[in-house]
């Protein structure tokens, strides 16, 4: 094992210990983050929880507001297409403008309804409820966010 990696688990492990959580007095459980890190070819997978009270967990998917990428909506799994900061659940500025629009919309129709990840023409950036498929779920997600920017976001 080279040193970089040695290094980093012992990092690691030290982060792991001082991110762990309890449910007493008002904390929850579940505020997971997790990275992927590569060192000399290898890939080192970090988990961690951190707890905070129900009150800094505005939206109660257990990631706490100062980690989510969409505090006032729920998206445990925080995913983040464009990697913009803002999850997708709470996120249909397609192009990147600062406001869900005519263009969103455009963009939105151009991926067939009900494609599926691995077929051709699905986009995950369009995938508003995280499902893996472009359903009618998102489309009334999209049509709920017309008008608003993205987010907000804790991050």
């Given at each position: 094992?080279?040193?970089?990696?040695?290094?980093?688990?012992?990092?690691?492990?030290?982060?792991?210990?001082?991110?762990?959580?309890?449910?007493?007095?008002?904390?929850?459980?579940?505020?997971?983050?997790?990275?992927?890190?590569?060192?000399?070819?290898?890939?080192?997978?970090?988990?961690?929880?951190?707890?905070?009270?129900?009150?800094?967990?505005?939206?109660?998917?257990?990631?706490?507001?100062?980690?989510?990428?969409?505090?006032?909506?729920?998206?445990?799994?925080?995913?983040?297409?464009?990697?913009?900061?803002?999850?997708?659940?709470?996120?249909?500025?397609?192009?990147?403008?600062?406001?869900?629009?005519?263009?969103?919309?455009?963009?939105?129709?151009?991926?067939?309804?009900?494609?599926?990840?691995g077929e051709q023409g699905y986009r995950a950036l369009v995938d508003l409820d995280n499902s893996g498929s472009i359903?009618?779920?998102?489309?009334?997600?999209?049509?709920?966010?017309?008008?608003?920017?993205p987010g907000p976001s804790g991050r």
């Amino acid at each position: 094992m080279s040193k970089a990696i040695v290094t980093m688990v012992g990092i690691l492990a030290a982060v792991l210990l001082a991110g762990s959580a309890s449910a007493e007095d008002g904390e929850i459980e579940g505020t997971t983050i997790q990275s992927i890190a590569e060192m000399d070819g290898h890939f080192v997978s970090v988990t961690t929880t951190v707890g905070c009270s129900r009150e800094e967990d505005s939206d109660g998917d257990s990631v706490c507001d100062n980690y989510d990428n969409c505090t006032e909506i729920p998206n445990p799994s925080q995913n983040d297409t464009d990697r913009d900061g803002y999850g997708n659940v709470c996120n249909a500025d397609f192009n990147n403008d600062g406001a869900v629009g005519v263009a969103d919309r455009g963009f939105l129709e151009q991926v067939p309804l009900f494609s599926r990840v691995g077929e051709q023409g699905y986009r995950a950036l369009v995938d508003l409820d995280n499902s893996g498929s472009i359903t009618m779920k998102g489309h009334v997600i999209f049509q709920s966010l017309v008008g608003t920017a993205p987010g907000p976001s804790g991050r």
